[in-house]
Every structure is written in structure tokens, then in C-alpha cells.
């Protein structure tokens, strides 16, 4: 709901519609778009619709979302909206930035976000979905989140993104955190979504992880898929966009070893040999669900070419498989 142009026409068409019997339904989902920046690209809830939702609507929430931009006025303001929905019914919480709050570069103590969180956590019952930028995650915050008795999270994403290398220095989690979480909260699905220049890659993964969905969207190095086969034994899908001209084949048959859990892979621009290829599938067997992976991507040797190993992939697989063709247009 545009309310940035118009806001007494979007609230008026909202008073309007709550004659509406759905509109309890209509109510369970709703996103919070907070702005300070007159050039910002999206605009913000108008201030008597939030009210709106506060004052008649809460106990209706169960998926909310908020946008905001790099200000500190935006992230306090969350969190206020927050304090306010202690006694709704969420049970999904998104936190998306369009740009890195500027508190974070001059506090070290708890920011506006994580401590809304947690009041969020503190009194809603029902909290099982949580998706965060990375920059707002911390070891504090996992581990006040796996202090929580009543709260079992059951998917936490986690998005890390940078537009510009070197902007943002992206700190490491400690694995005494990590194991506290999977603790209190043992079936929860970690997702990661990267979009990072290698370099920017660096603090990852170097310790165990209990990632169990991981999307690069930009290209990664040898080094890097190497980590995630020795230290991500929970992962279940792995999708990488790019690695380059290095072959992946020691780091592909590792992962294969390691990560037992693997049901879905999917790889674009990239180079794995058609031996290591068959060699994972091998290792993975019928677990290995989904898979996708580019035809481009497979490199013929002495032992298999393009034309023999969708028979190999196959048999290991327990069902006919073929790699994906990019379409002639």
C-alpha cells in the first residue's frame, strides 16, 4: 500500500475497508516501510495508518515486516512500533535495510534493532520466523534469543550483502553461539543469502556453521566452497552463481563427504570435471532430490563425456536426469 503521495487517501480507503469480513485475514500480514530520506526510492507508512494498525489490528498480526532506510530516527522508530506489538500473535518477523544503519558504525551496545527483537521475543509466544541483515546479527543476540524458553525458531535468514567492497567489515559469529542456538532450538532451517565480492568472503565460514541453506549470488572462490564442506554439516541446499574457471572438483566430492544432509545443489559458471561430478552424486545418492546444474558447467574427460553422463547421474540418482541447456533465443 503506496501512502507516501496520498496518505489520507490510503488511510480513508482503509477505514473504508474495514467493513470487510476478511479483514481480519487481510490483517495477519503487513510491512512497515519507515523513511527519513526525502530521495529514498520507497515511502513511508503514513503515521495514522500505523496507529491504525496499532491501536485496532495487533492482536491480528502474525507476518511483519519492516523496511527502513540507514537512519537512526528509522531504526528507533521500528523499534517503538515493536514495544507495541508485544501481545500480538507474530510468528514472522522480518527486519530488511536498504542501506547499513548509520548507528551501527558508532555503537557498541545493543542497537534499536536486536533489542527490538528480543522485546518482540520476550512476549510473543508464537515467534518462530525471524529474517535479519547480517550486520544486525551478533553473539549476543543469538544467544539472548536461545535464552527465551517459550521461543523455538524453526527458520532464521539471514541476508549479507554489500553494493561496495570494503563498506561494511562483517564480523564473525563465534561457534560457542551458533551451538547454543541449535540447542534451545534444534530444527531450526539457517538460510544465508550472499551477494558479496570474494574478498568480502573472507570472515566466513571458517569455523562450523549450522547454515542449512546456503544462495550465493555472485561469484566465490575455491577457498571458500572448500570451508563450507568441512565446517557446514547441517547444510541441506547449496546454489552457487559463479565460481570462475577453477575446477571444483575436490571441494564438490568434499562437500559430498561432509555434508550428509544434502538434498539440493544447483550450479551456473562454474567448471567441475564429468568424473568428480559423478563421483558426488555418487557419494549423495537418492537424497540428492534437486538438481540443477548447467550443462555448460560440465567439463568431458577420460573417462566420461557430455554424451554418457546423464546415464551415470542416472543410475545414482534412481531416476532419468539431465543437465539444464540454456535456450537459444
Known amino acids: 500500500m503506496d501512502v507516501g503521495e496520498h496518505p489520507m487517501a490510503a488511510v480513508t480507503s482503509f477505514r473504508l475497508f474495514r467493513g470487510n469480513s476478511n479483514l481480519e485475514a487481510f490483517l495477519r500480514k503487513f510491512e512497515f516501510e519507515l523513511n527519513k530520506s526525502a530521495t529514498s526510492y520507497f515511502n513511508s507508512t503514513h503515521p495514522d495508518l500505523i496507529q491504525q494498525i496499532i491501536k485496532k489490528h495487533a492482536a491480528h498480526l502474525q507476518y511483519v515486516s519492516f523496511k527502513v532506510d540507514s537512519s537512526t530516527e528509522s531504526a528507533e522508530a521500528a523499534c517503538d512500533i515493536l514495544s507495541q506489538l508485544v501481545n500480538s500473535s507474530i510468528q514472522t518477523l522480518g527486519l530488511i535495510s536498504t542501506a547499513k544503519p548509520s548507528f551501527m558504525n558508532v555503537s557498541k551496545d545493543f542497537s534499536p534493532f536486536p533489542a527490538g527483537i528480543l522485546c518482540v521475543a520476550d512476549h510473543c509466544q508464537g515467534l518462530r520466523e525471524l529474517a535479519l ?71 566466513f565460514f571458517k569455523e562450523e556453521t549450522p547454515v542449512t541453506h546456503l544462495y550465493f549470488g555472485r561469484s566465490i572462490s575455491k577457498a571458500i566452497l572448500g570451508r563450507i564442506g568441512l565446517n557446514c554439516p547441517r547444510l541441506i541446499e547449496l546454489v552457487v552463481c559463479a565460481n570462475g574457471l577453477q575446477a571444483l572438483d575436490n571441494e564438490l566430492i568434499c562437500i559430498a563427504e561432509h555434508c550428509k544432509n544434502l538434498t539440493a545443489l544447483g550450479l551456473s559458471e562454474c567448471e567441475v570435471s564429468c568424473s568428480a561430478f559423478i563421483e558426488f552424486v555418487r557419494l549423495c545418492g537418492r537424497r540428492l532430490t534437486q538438481l540443477s546444474i548447467m550443462e555448460e558447467v560440465l567439463i568431458p574427460d577420460d573417462d566420461y563425456s557430455l554424451d554418457e553422463i546423464h546415464a551415470e547421474v542416472s543410475k545414482y540418482l534412481g531416476r532419468v536426469w539431465f543437465p539444464d541447456v540454456m535456450p537459444l533465443w
Open 133 to 203: 541483515n547480517y550486520y544486525m546479527l551478533s553473539d549476543e543476540l543469538l544467544l539472548a534469543l536461545s535464552s527465551e524458553t517459550h521461543v523455538n525458531l524453526e527458520h532464521l535468514r539471514i541476508d549479507v550483502v554489500s553494493e561496495n567492497p570494503g563498506q561494511i567489515k562483517f564480523l564473525s559469529i563465534k561457534k560457542q553461539s551458533w551451538d547454543v542456538l541449535i540447542k534451545h532450538s534444534p530444527g531450526v532451517n539457517v538460510v544465508m543469502y550472499f551477494f558479496l565480492y570474494e574478498e568480502e568472503l573472507e570472515t
